[in-house]
Structures are given as structure tokens and as C-alpha cells.
């Protein structure tokens, strides 16, 4: 009896720690996916523009179409990086001026403290994480992130709402 309570209490634990952390990625998200922190073009939102959202690979592709559909409010296409440098189409500049997309941004070894925008970080983990950005092809110029997580499908998700409210304070004071 005493094993199946450390058990679940150990789950329990696990669970609100694996939660709390999506809680924090999404209130630093807050913070720095603005226009202020370079995150969002100026222009964004100005004109009536489609963005393109950039595919990769399945799992990537089934989230972010998901929250792209659930939460952006804007035009918005998709296309593979092969079709957005090869078809016609989105050669207008115009039309789609706004490519959203990542990089991925190696993590370093395992144990490891690292410098970031946030201040120091005990790395826990190795492999590579994305890092999300605009790229507003009529100035030729990118809008960065400064911050990445694991988390990243809840870090596109405030990317994706904070997007919105430009569009909506642009529609308001044009």
C-alpha cells in the first residue's frame, strides 16, 4: 500500500512539475515576443497581407497547423521551404510578406549552464530547440525570439496570439 502512494505521489509531482514549466514558458513568452523585445515587425498587421508558415517535418507540422488554425486570426498559407523558394506565387512580396519559421539552436552538453536573455541556465538536456522568427521579406529583415524552450508548441501559441493583437491594434489605429 505504502509503494502504490509513493507512486502515485511521484506521478503527481512529475505532472505539476512537467506543467508548472509550460506555465513559465508561457508567461516569459509574454514578455518577449512583443514588438518591443524584436520579436514582431513594426508593420505587421498594416496591410492586408497573407503570412506563410513555413513546414518541416510531421510532428512539427501537425502542431503548428493545429495552433496556427486554432488561434491565428489573420491570412495565413502554408509551404514547405522548397515550395516557398520555387513556386511563383509566393514571389509576391506583397501579398506575402511575412514568413514565419525557425531555426534550430543546439543546446550544449548536458549539466551545463549557459547565458541566455533570461540570465543563467542549468542545462538539463541535450539535443536542439527552436527558435521562431518573422521574416519581413519587403525590408529584408528578421524578427527574432529571444527566447526558446522545449515547450515550444506553448511558445508558439503565445507567438500566435500575440500576432493577433498587433493585427487587431493595427485595424484600430491604421
Known amino acids: 500500500m505504502m509503494k502504490k502512494l509513493l507512486i502515485i505521489f ?7 512539475a512537467l506543467t508548472s514549466c509550460g506555465v513559465i514558458v508561457k508567461s516569459k513568452a509574454n514578455k518577449y515576443l512583443t514588438e518591443d ?3 514582431i515587425p513594426p508593420d505587421f498587421g498594416k496591410n492586408a497581407s497573407t503570412i506563410l508558415f ?4 510531421d510532428s512539427y507540422n501537425r502542431y503548428m497547423k493545429r495552433n496556427v488554425e486554432k488561434i491565428y486570426q489573420g491570412a495565413y498559407e502554408f509551404a514547405t521551404t522548397e515550395q516557398y523558394l520555387s513556386d511563383e506565387r509566393f514571389q509576391d512580396i506583397d501579398k506575402y510578406r511575412f514568413v ?7 543546446r550544449v552538453a548536458m549539466g551545463s549552464v549557459v547565458e541566455t536573455p533570461l540570465g543563467p541556465e542549468q542545462n538539463t538536456w541535450i ?7 518573422i521574416l519581413d521579406r519587403k525590408e529584408n529583415k528578421e524578427y527574432i525570439s529571444k527566447m526558446t524552450s522545449g515547450y515550444w508548441s506553448k511558445l508558439q501559441k503565445v507567438y500566435l496570439k500575440k ?8 485595424q484600430v489605429n491604421p
Do not use: W
Not at 511521484?10 to 505539476?16: G, I, N, P, R
Not at 539535443?127 to 522568427?133: E, T
Not at 500576432?163 to 493595427?170: D, F, P, S, V
Open 127 to 133: 539535443g536542439k530547440v527552436k527558435k521562431f522568427r
Open 163 to 170: 500576432l493577433n493583437e498587433k493585427i487587431q491594434r493595427e
Open 37 to 39: 523585445m524584436g520579436a
Open 54 to 57: 513555413i513546414t518541416h517535418h
Open 100 to 106: 514565419f519559421d525557425f531555426n534550430y539552436i543546439p
Open 10 to 16: 511521484s506521478c503527481v509531482t512529475l505532472l505539476v
